[in-house]
């Protein structure tokens, strides 16, 4: 187990570095440049100008040195200072995460709780309304892009009810009503969109483990259908559903970036989409860095919690998609 | 109608495997109804010239902001345009776009997995590697920083998808490459002198279709979403062209002036969606029925 | 990727889609409830400057579409920077409503006979944020800031040739030729503001700090949050009325409409009509528009065949139905102007440009003459101004009638201002300062190796008559100026000169005292809210 995880984590630091170095490739090579995004259209129109701040940023040294330059940062925890803000990344990635952080957490929570139940009732009541009920219900709702259902929340919210979400971030420890309000209404958006796919692998998960053999035997023993359920389905139905609740997190991570521009939320995902309009190359390299070392690390989770569930898969196994 | 059925059934099960459409429509009403409102949308994105009362893209100023009317069925947006026309030419866009992207991702992707499954080694290694690394962000994010990056254009709409979707095919037809080699009929060959290339694609390929079709199914449902929403946020397609997403960016600040062009543009791309996910689902359930 | 939701929320979706369709019929009139107004023209009564602030105070919560790169005078240009900073800072003199010249740090002042020089004298007493005395020195100072090598503000000020201070509360400002309008002109705007040394002494720079004397000092920064301004009490006026302003960003056009009707905002500076009306029949705000000086313009490649041709150009102006354009884009919120826009001295009445009359057959007639029939360029715009953005289309489809086959290209801010200073595009859409004097613009905009001079024109006849205007006064100077106007749009045609943007605004009802100014600059100093 333990030389699997070592392998698992190497294996993940070998991606971000790689990832990094497509990032920054992939930020030389598109057209627009910082310079002329910050002096604006009076300002540029100065080559002194232009040449001061490219010198400031580093942007007149060959593109290898640029490169290793932040590598070396990064390994230290430096990931340079925004061309935009001048603020160092790192503090601005730390006061955004935990708005995106918040937000993933708890759309993951109400995907659970909103899943799990669905996707069991389906399975109890297979083949009965209840099960084609719920399939329906959450079929439907699994084309509707979260970007509609955001935007009609938010504008009939505020012309109707006279109600919107506040835009700023006060984090959970200083205020936890207005943190909350903030971050339930996307969450919920989120996390429901999510909850389909936990509810059908619950429900193909359950109805899989309520066929085997060891639930025959014990409703043959005569053990209640709530202690089967309980003890037995549960847990070996987890194993799948925690898979897929892993995936779905991923997910919202990157849907989140739709309700925070919507919900006009100060998040990690925005502040990528913003960077790369303003050409903020150190910004987008550390949100990017940060992003996927969240995503890597719950995947990585995921399949140690399944390592840990279920014995079989404990002797090494490839990460399949 | 019972009897004449089911000695249709019994006649063609001796006569061989085909398929019978009545008895397959009712065994599987929802894909059916799922593949025929799929189709009628293909059709209609088609056809879109002859269908289509007016032109998308003619300008009206004395028909601005109406609602449903005879000459205009789903009304007119802020510059006079028919909704409905651009609803329909909307649907070559976006489906377009979906479409391309997927095309692009499965022939890149398919063509990576082929050769690293059967190469394997370094080859594969470093392929799985780079796709890793793709895949180790998520999805939508990943498409806004690509189109955000590349400039707003369907084109790079495709593009990003495209990117998105190639580690994805990539590593199905290598799982399911690696499961083929382990045949027995790939040693035959290989015995028989068999030249790399003629495996690949003579022998391997047909084998792995199915998992490529119901990828492809289900990767363009998710291109359409992609597609609006990169169009929603302006980074797809541009003015003047309609595709579903920007008439949806369009509409939003416009709903209470305009709401049928986001009701219009909502129900065709949830409609559509909807429509290719059931059909990969049922491939999915036809292909493999253990599985969720 | 798949996704659900519950069969409840799909319902609620639809009462929603329902409810909005069916709601707001209230809007309708542009005249509404709670005293919101259409203003044909900035009529609203000047603000007072230096009488004693009423009662009422308050914090003023103002949206703010982006936030600042920083708060430091000669690093920045952009308008929501400057949202913030024309509060903390102040200028020698400043424009009344009416854009006159209204005295501002400067109390009075001196045009020398021959024009070559301006004496300003200080306003005595006046103090910094800091408590330091203003005075002449500071003066120099901030001009020399200015133009220092750091700064990207070196343009404005190339027709100063020296600043003295013979004592400290005089400054005489010398000029290059003698142009004393054009100084006015750009003292009374941003960024000629004064500015603190011993700040920047302390800071190494303003990017963060304030070294302003201005009506408001800087509090506090959340980044990614907010700005928040208290009142300077020291201030050479009395003090504004407000206690203080908080600048909230609001990236969104829409989610500042939301803000607004829930109250989380008192203020925004709308660009988008659509989203701006939505305000309309809300009882507890304001919607306002004020007619504006910056206006939109379509910019030709004059180095690029046939853009360079000039008959193509005015064949393109002949095709241009600025009347649609307007009516479509901006539903007519703004005016079709010629290079001055109209109220200002120089500006002409329309029948004075030919080819401002929609004349699609004149117009292929010298496209063709050009010999460009059947062309296919490319429009560029840049996404963040929303005019260009609406007209864009109606732009293409009157293209196309006269046999041009336009693309829109949409382009980042940045990459926008890149190809527009490179001269790299076919036709690109622009949008001019808004600068209520016309020395500026003429010299820097279309003059010769004007440094703002996108189009790559360049006409010695026109320059000469310029130059004349900047040293003329009066009526003279007026005719002048219309007479260059005329050969700008009748002969040389490097921009495609289309409409003003009406300025948007909405506000709670509870703000009392804004003043909207005509030109790109915003001030709250005679703002208050009235406690209901």
Known sequence: MLRYLVGRVLGGIGTLLGLSAIVFIFLLLIPGSVVANILGPEGSSSPEAVARLEKEFGLDRPVAVQYLDWLAGAARGDLGDSWRTRLPVSQTILERLPLTAELTVLASLIAVVVGVPLGAIGASRHGRL??????????????????????????????????????????????????????????????????????????????????????????????????????????????????????????????????????????LGRLVVDSIGKRDFPMVQGAVLVIAAMFIAVNLMTDILYGLADPRVRVGRGRSN | MAWRASTMERASSAAGKRIKPLAFVRRHVVLSVALVVFGVIVLAAVLAPWIAPHDPLELNADATFQGPSSTHPLGTDRYGRDLFSRLIFGARVSLGVAGSAVAIAALAGGLIGLVAGFYGRWVEAVSMRLADMVLAFPALLLAITLAAGLGPSARNATLAIAVLYT?????????????????????????????????????????????????????????????????????????????????????????????????????????????????????????????? | MRHGKLAPLALLLALVLVAAACGDDDAGTTTTTAGSTTTAASTTTAAPTTTAPPEEGG???????????????????????????????????????????????????????????VTFKLRPGALFHSGKELTSADVLYSFDRLRSEDSIQGGLYSGIADITAPDDETVVFTLARPEPEALFSILAVNPSVIMDSSVVDASGDLTRVDGGSG???????????????????????????????????????????????????????????????????????????????????????????????????????????????????????????????????????????????????????????????????????????????????????????????????????????????????????????????????????????????????CSPDFDELVNRAKSAVGAERVALYEEASRMLVNEMMPYAYLFTMNSLWGWSVNVQGFVPLPLKEIRFDATYLATP
């Open chain 1, 130 to 267: 209840a099960d084609h009920a719920t399939r329906v219900a959450v079929l439907i709702g699994s084309a509707i892009p979260v970007f509609l259902t955001a935007s009609l929340v938010l504008i009939v919210g505020s012309t109707q009810f006279r109600w919107v979400p506040p835009t700023g971030f006060v984090s959970l420890w200083d205020d936890p009503i207005q943190n909350l309000e903030t971050v339930i209404t996307p969450a919920i958006l989120l996390g429901v969109i999510s909850a389909a796919s936990v509810a059908r692998m619950t429900r193909g998960a359950m109805l899989d483990v309520l066929g085997r053999d060891y639930v025959r035997t014990a409703k043959a023993k005569g053990l209640r259908p709530r202690r089967i359920i309980g003890r037995h389905v549960f847990r070996n139905a987890s194993i799948p559903v925690l898979t897929v609740l892993g995936v779905e997190t991923g997910r919202m991570l990157g849907g989140a970036v739709m309700t925070e521009t919507i919900f006009s939320l100060p998040g």
């Open chain 2, 167 to 292: 580690p994805v095919f990539a590593r199905i037809v290598r799982a399911s490459v690696l499961v083929e080699m382990r045949k027995d009929y790939i040693d035959a060959l290989r015995v028989s002198g068999a030249s790399p290339l003629r495996m690949m694609f003579r022998h391997l390929m047909p084998n792995i279709g199915t998992p490529m079709l119901i990828q492809a199914t289900l990767a363009t449902a998710a291109g359409i979403e992609l597609e609006a929403g990169l169009s929603f946020l302006g980074l797809g397609t541009q003015p003047p062209a309609a595709s579903w997403g920007s008439i949806l960016g369009e509409g939003r600040v416009l709903l209470t002036r305009a709401p049928w062009m986001t009701i219009g543009a909502g129900v065709v791309i949830s409609v559509t969606v909807l429509a290719l996910f059931l059909v990969g689902d049922a491939l999915r359930d036809a292909a493999d029925p253990t599985s969720s």
């Open chain 3, 59 to 117: 914090v003023l919560v103002a949206g703010s579409p982006t936030e600042p790169t920083s708060l430091d005078p000669i690093l920045e240009s952009v308008l929501t920077s400057w949202l913030v900073m024309a509060q903390m800072y102040d200028t020698l003199i400043q424009f009344s409503p009416e854009l006159a010249y209204e005295p501002g740090l400067a109390e009075s002042w001196v045009v020398a006979d021959d024009g070559m020089s």
């Open chain 3, 215 to 457: 009506y408001f000092v800087l509090d506090e920064w959340r980044a990614g949050t907010s700005i928040s301004l208290v009142r300077f009490e020291d201030h050479w006026s009395g003090g504004a009325p407000l206690d203080g302003i908080e600048f909230r960003f609001v990236p969104d056009e829409l989610s500042a409409v939301a803000a607004l009707k829930a109250g989380e905002i008192d203020w925004f500076n709308f660009t988008d009509p659509s989203a701006a009306v939505q305000i309309q029949g809300d009882p507890t705000l304001v919607y306002t528009e004020s007619s504006a000086l910056p206006y939109t313009y379509i910019a030709f490649n004059t180095t690029k065949e046939p853009y360079s041709n000039p008959a193509f150009r005015q064949g393109v102006s002949y095709g241009l139905d600025r009347v649609e354009i307007l009516g479509l884009a901006l539903e007519n919120r703004g005016q079709i102007t010629g290079p001055i826009a109209p109220g200002l001295p120089g500006s002409l009445p329309l029948s004075e440009f030919p080819s401002y009359t929609y004349d699609p057959d004149e117009a292929r007639r010298l496209i063709g003459e050009a010999g460009a029939t059947e062309l296919t360029l490319e429009l560029s715009v840049s996404s963040a101004q929303a005019a260009a953005m609406a007209a864009a289309p109606v732009v293409v489809d009157q293209l196309a009638r006269i046999g041009i086959n336009a693309t829109i290209v949409p382009l980042e801010s940045g990459v926008w201002f890149e190809n527009l200073s490179g001269l790299n595009y076919d036709l690109i859409f622009g949008q001019s300062g808004g600068y209520p004097n016309s020395d500026i613009p003429f010299t820097n905009s279309h003059g010769c190796g004007g440094a703002w001079n996108y189009s790559g024109i």
